[in-house]
């Protein structure tokens, strides 16, 4: 095999996430600065989305970390970063109207979040599993273990495609509430708009990066199969 070509393939992948990352951060930290019209926080403007989606029972944490922000299903819970839950930018209200859009999700049993949840502890165990079969595969030429990290990065990839489209519909959720609720100026949509399609990118990054690393584990052990 060539050993180039493979770790061409690697550097490929981080050259991806890198780029989609860097665009995230330099999107989030332009965005970060505009201070939205009505001066609402992120979590006034996901209070707002919460009532007038019928989830008052939802809550509004803040939690530690940059771009740490998340929805809890289990505590019904929209956790904020610091950033945006007190941040009054067109960021911080864009972020926290997209995690509002996981809990309608949530509540309307959107199909896609489902799955992705009964595939948590598959992936768990795999991002566990996976690194050391491939790890002591390659070390001790162990085939039937660099196959089975293959199938672990494969059950990694499945979750990562599946997450798309629950990115995805949050995103375009949240974009709908700020249009029919009028949480931002007309020219403010479009730094929304961008700041979460960036978001978005970085999962469709993942799955270039894992599809890649695939690829070259299978070169690899193909490579194995005929020495």
Known sequence: MDY????????????????????VNSSYSKYK??????????????????????????????VNGLLSDHYDPRTKTVNLSNDIYYGASVASVSVACHECGHAIQ???????????????PIVNLSS???????????IFSLINLIWLGIFAEVAILAFQVVTLPVEFDASGRALKEIENMGILAADEK????????SAALTYVASVAATSLEIFRLLLIARSRNRD
């Open 128 to 138: 566990r599993l996976g690194y050391f079969a491939i790890l002591f595969g390659l």
């Open 106 to 120: 949530d509540k309307n049993n959107y199909v896609f979040m489902r799955i992705r949840a009964s595939l948590v």
């Open 190 to 197: 479009s730094g929304s708009k961008r700041m979460l399609r």
């Open 4 to 23: 180039y070509f493979s770790y061409g393939l690697t550097f490929l992948a981080l050259i991806i996430t890198l780029a989609a990352q860097f665009y």
């Open 33 to 62: 600065k505009v201070k939205n019209a009505r001066g609402l926080t992120g979590k006034d403007a996901a209070r707002m989305m919460l009532d007038k989606n019928g989830l008052n029972n939802v809550k509004i944490g803040v």
